[in-house]
T-cell receptor, first 116, second 112 residues
């Protein structure tokens, strides 16, 4: 089954304790992205990657890092989490460059992160 | 700066009636628009899209209308069903493969 898998689904951590949220896709997609969803703000892009070893900042990159060493994996790293990073996080992937709008993005099921 | 806005946080309709979800955008460079549907504990899923060369796109019970001069689009669901109850996000792109910019979302509740 074609899918984007995120882990963990739920995470409660303390301020300053480094954490990694994993994301893996099995569709051989070039493009991967991380979004966070907050009430009243919708989904905002954190980082994206056009292919292996190619990453760039989205709209809200502060406090986050990413890496893309393999095509299928795109982990999100919080080096020193703070309470304002409490949010619902989504990883998404898509084929790069297609003109077919209907491909859209495939999203993971989300990671609910709470930083206390 | 919210470039895509969904000004109605929630909408409640009766089963069988029409649901109309609205979306406004400010960036005139957006040329492609998409609607996503999200159930609790799941990621958003693609619903329907439209490019700026069209003013209407239909897929079964779902129709998206685009008014480019007003920078406004709407999603019509007819007839509405209880299973349509979800959060609906409007999203826009400058190119067909570009970054998605999302609105805040509208919670649709369809009552039996």
């Amino acid at each position: 089954e074609a899918q984007v898998t995120q882990n963990p689904r739920y995470l409660i951590t303390v301020t300053g304790k480094k954490l990694t949220v994993t994301c893996s896709q099995n569709m051989n997609h070039e493009y991967m992205s991380w979004y966070r969803q907050d009430p009243g703000l919708g989904l905002r892009q954190i980082y994206y990657s056009m292919n292996v070893e190619v990453t760039d900042k989205g709209d809200v990159p502060e406090g986050y890092k990413v890496s893309r060493k393999e095509k299928r994996n795109f982990p999100l790293i919080l080096e020193s989490p703070s309470p304002n990073q409490t949010s619902l996080y989504f990883c998404a992937s898509r084929v790069l460059g297609t003109g077919n709008l209907n491909y859209g993005y495939t999203f993971g099921s989300g990671t609910r992160l709470t930083v206390v | 700066d919210q470039q895509v806005k969904q000004n109605s946080p929630s909408l409640s309709v009766q089963e069988g009636r029409i649901s109309i979800l609205n979306c406004d955008y400010t960036n005139s460079m957006f040329d492609y628009f998409l609607w996503y549907k999200k159930y609790p504990a799941e990621g958003p899923t693609f619903l329907i899209s439209i490019s700026s060369i069209k003013d209407k796109n239909e897929d079964g019970r779902f129709t998206v209308f685009l008014n480019k001069s007003a920078k406004h689009l709407s999603l019509h669901i007819v007839p509405s069903q209880p299973g349509d109850s979800a959060v609906y996000f409007c999203a826009a792109q400058r190119t067909s493969y570009g970054k998605l910019t999302f609105g805040q979302g509208t919670i649709l509740t369809v009552h039996p």
